[in-house]
């Protein structure tokens, strides 16, 4: 089992920043990819950005040149640093692991963050 644990939303304005933290505890493997995926209301979650534990990294091309993302994997922890911020970045912000083992596939969800950005 991996825990996910992320902090760091709240309420910003349009052109604002905020920084999301996330930490896993539990039974980390590795490789395994870290991530962050959003939902806004209505819609279906998409991913934001992803890293893997070797270094790679994913963005979705709306958050490309604002959003970086971030890990330390000595402490097995992944953030998000958004800035730019606009309107339509609001949503609750998920943090993700995955891990592709012998036999098995493992994913694993935080609990969720809101990010609200006010026009």
């Known amino acids: 089992q991996v825990q996910l644990v992320e902090s760091g939303g709240g309420l910003v304005q349009a052109g604002g920043s905020l920084r999301l933290s996330c930490a896993a505890s539990g039974s980390i493997f590795s490789p395994n990819v870290m991530g962050w995926y959003r939902q806004a209301p209505g819609k279906q979650r998409e991913l934001v950005a992803t890293?893997?534990?070797?270094?790679?990294?994913n963005y979705q091309d709306t958050v490309k040149g604002r959003f970086t993302i971030l890990r330390d994997n000595a402490k097995n922890t992944v953030y998000l640093q958004m800035n730019s911020l606009e309107p339509e970045d609001t949503a609750v912000y998920y943090c993700?692991?995955?891990?592709?083992?012998?036999?098995?596939?493992?994913?694993?969800w935080g609990q969720g963050t809101q990010v609200t950005v006010s026009s």
């Open positions: 890293m893997s534990s070797s270094g790679s990294s």
């Open positions: 993700n692991y995955k891990y592709w083992g012998v036999f098995k596939f493992y994913e694993y």
